[in-house]
């Protein structure tokens, strides 16, 4: 397919007419032909109306029909071959396999959702009988979740297509019935406008309503800006930085209608090495978290960049073990120009910071925006006494915090911000202090995991990943796994609806064979 | 019992210091002894203080501990006796029997979250249980949901029982794990005073930390700002106006950790007569109406300020028996006079906007803070060319839009801002009519409701208090009914943990008997 450089507007391949965006290859620093154009704020109303009007008839789709267009979309994304793998190596950078198993993991997440929207728990179907006789009389009350209406979804710099254009945040709100308008990622607009064709062939595939994807190229700044302020937009999506997130939860909550936005954006996912744990753990465990911390270039959003373990002689054969390990991995191909910028700029403010010591760094082999993984160690009071260094560096680098006591480490975890992820390493003998851990980490994070490492995040129905800010602006929800679903919907009850009236998962006769709560009671259809 | 004035912080009755606040009986506009005193900024820190303490330990109480403590909070409201529905009335102006009925609603309410605690579906228990063949290998994950933190409730003025200080807010968010501060409402501060002790005895005789409940005095802007902008706190239910909402969402977003407000705040529960249910509906129609709008002196939340119909000799004859049925209505004590004078002053903007008409008053029989009812009516042009006109008047006022057509009776429907309900009124003819209404009003309220009156709300497991914005802040959630627990949670994540650090929800041998997702489908354990 010949990439155009034009966006998807319902139906319709618009050139946009206000300013031109490049793809460019951060290995060999090269822009791509031909350019893309961006938004017009009439690009962005056309958009956002048809969404609005797609709203009412896609959601009336039986279900079947809704899981069928998620299943069609990744049909022809993975109709699309490997020029899309091609094209997204060439503008992230990322190496071929990760890519193919994105892809696969993208297609996957679009079957779940799939199976989600078949099972149809996600309605919350609920029904309290009338009770007429009852003294004042209970009218016959019912029900069922529907979408919140038109989402807007950024795509992100790190997931070209797992959390881009038909990734989690589009496929979750597809799901729940919410017409999906994307700002393509600027990291990658080839691999958008590929992905972007695949799911407009779906919609026209299953005859849907045009509305129900937009794609449109433009700046965060001014399109996101604009797209997220537009009344028939109801709630938000993204996957980023801090600062692009904050901006955006301040432009969605000075609206007339204020909107929810899912931001997910900044994590450290601290790693606490208890005590036996650390003792045996050996080479081992610094391997696994050496490996940890410079998969994918350390631009993932659960990278570990924060260890904390109480001082000693097993903390020094950790970290001896992991400078060993680090040093041997190669300057990877961070994903832009910009985050590559942003990583030196992280290290040499780590570098100037009073109390920080430098461990250990990779290699400086690399070609392009290539970024040097380092290892930082700091003591427990120099670490509590500065907030900032908790502050996300993306990409491979890490501090490993050495505390005087396990009461000290306690107490430093109560102090850390919103986590995506927690990882404690224990052994049997470490079982009673990382009972007083838990408590505190199921705090401050949506996933706690054990004897692992962060990265790697299962696309299933139990996973989390959320948590308090600033992980995301919202701890209530997961972007990942089946119950993401959950963001984009709400509850609608109906009392005293005639018969002919009633949505089908709401009808006495339970045709979708729904579990329902009957009267209080969960009934499973059999 | 003695009123002494005094808050309740933990387990501890102080006499807040920073001014005081009185009493008042809107009826005889007399003040009442002793006065209040107001919490100092000292005072908001130690009660928060003290719920941050109490979360950790509340939460990791078994299931059947918080459903009895929820249970005996009941019990020891009914333990006042009479004194409470006495003061209450003295306070309010509401009579006796709208309290004694107001007072199970409430005991009824905490009863419902006793049984919503031993279900256990809040915590939404799902495992995909591990893959170690797979490749990659898939963890054991487990997902449970647990409380946000310590709750801030703000007690509504017009429900001094069900939405006050043991209400729904505080009896959900303790059914959910989260203990709560809640600032008392001026309006019925001795009131106030009798439950908050009753929680403090329930806190007590259950052996709780004595930080799961405290009540301060003090004034919405200052008191209650603080406690929204207080670190501890991670989440605020309201119901009030919808300036006084704003500004604690305007707080609340602004605070270095945002976390989510729910406040109810404004709406005008539009009710639609279709055309042969206006024709064949009659003065039975009309005086449903009448009663709905005067009911408790307009202050209800779901009180109908707004019909639509078509205009034609059916709704002349509806306006006509509205019109006598409401000049038979005496005017009622309103619950404060400040409520009084707003009422006063939305009745006078609706007399000089032009376009509108006065079609009856009730009677101006009343005492104190005595409300007049009014019914006005407009021209649709006159009501699609100003939104003002969508504004709530909190009282017994109500606009009746006349129609050119079913057509345009739609497209107005379709411009109406956030409703808590929307109501439909049909015979068999004027379902092809409202199935075409339908899926706007899903879209523009909370709860749709045929062929009755908005006013009266079960608490119920299918009931849904909410909707778009400014109805609520958050339409994604309920604050009445079994579902209303959801708001104060959020999910977390269990990877590989070893088994006897699991919660007891996740356990593989399900001692809580609980309906958990395993492997994405629902089991029921038998």
Not at 72 to 88: K, T
Not at 214 to 226: A, E, K, N, V, Y
Not at 486 to 510: G, M, T
Request: with cysteine; aromatic share 6%; hydrophobic share 45%.
């Amino acid at each position: 397919m010949t990439i155009t450089g034009e966006m998807i507007i319902g139906s319709q391949l618009v050139r946009g007419s206000a300013g031109e965006q490049r793809a460019y290859n951060p290995s060999t620093r090269a822009e791509f032909e031909p350019s893309f154009g961006q938004a017009s704020g009439e690009d962005v109303e056309r958009a956002c109306a048809l969404a609005q009007q797609a709203f009412d008839p896609y959601r009336a789709l039986p279900l079947e029909q809704r899981a069928r267009f998620l299943e069609a979309v990744a049909e022809q994304i993975l109709a699309i071959g490997s020029e899309l793998i091609e094209r997204a190596q060439q503008e992230t950078g990322l190496p071929q396999a990760r890519l193919e198993g994105e892809r696969m993991r993208t297609v996957n997440q679009l079957r779940l959702f799939a199976k989600v929207v078949r099972d149809g728990r996600f309605l919350g179907a609920t029904i309290d009988t009338a009770l007429p006789e009852r003294t004042p009389p209970r009218p016959d009350l019912r029900l069922a979740k529907i979408g919140l209406g038109p989402v807007a979804v950024f795509g992100a710099s790190n997931f070209p297509l797992a959390f881009s254009v038909a990734g989690g945040d589009t496929a979750s709100a597809l799901a729940a019935g919410c017409p999906v308008v994307v700002k393509a990622h600027g990291a990658h607009l080839g691999t958008s406008e590929l992905v972007g064709r695949a799911v407009q062939r779906a919609v026209q595939e299953c005859g849907l309503p045009e509305g129900v994807f937009s794609m449109l190229f433009g700046d965060g700044r001014t399109i996101g800006q604009q797209l997220v302020a537009h009344p028939a937009i109801k709630a938000v999506g993204f996957t980023g930085s801090r600062g692009g997130g904050t901006a955006l939860m301040r432009t969605a909550a000075s609206r007339p209608e204020p909107i929810p936005v899912y931001a997910e954006m900044s994590s450290v996912n601290p790693v606490f090495l208890l005590p036996k744990a650390l003792e045996e753990g050996g080479a081992a465990l610094a391997n696994g978290f050496v490996d940890s911390l410079t998969l994918g270039v350390g631009q993932f959003c659960t990278n570990p960049g924060l260890v904390f373990a109480v001082k000693g002689a097993a903390l020094d054969a950790f970290t001896a073990a992991a400078t060993t390990a680090l040093q041997a991995k190669g300057a990877g191909t961070m994903l832009t120009a910009g985050i590559h910028e942003a990583y030196n700029s992280g290290i040499a403010r780590f570098g100037a910071t009073e109390g920080l010591r430098l461990v250990a760094q990779g290699s400086t082999e690399g070609i392009g925006c290539a970024a040097q993984a380092a290892l930082y160690e700091v003591d427990a009071g120099a670490f509590i006494g500065n907030p900032d260094l908790q502050d996300e560096i993306f990409g491979p680098a890490a501090l490993v915090v050495r505390f005087e006591t396990e009461e000290q480490m306690l107490q430093a975890a109560e102090q850390l911000h919103g986590q995506l992820t927690a990882t404690v390493h224990v052994k049997q003998a470490d079982h009673a202090l990382a009972a007083k851990l838990l408590p505190i980490l199921e705090r401050k994070a949506g996933r706690v995991l054990f004897n692992g490492f962060p990265t790697g995040v299962e696309v299933s129905h139990a996973m989390v990943h959320g948590g308090p800010f600033p992980a995301t602006s919202d701890s209530r929800s997961t972007s990942v796994g089946a119950t993401a679903i959950d963001r984009f919907l709400r509850p609608v009850c109906y009392q005293n609806l005639p018969a002919e009236l009633l949505p089908e998962a709401l009808r006495d006769d339970n045709p979708l064979r729904l579990a329902r709560v009957l009267d209080g009671d969960l009934k499973v259809a059999v």
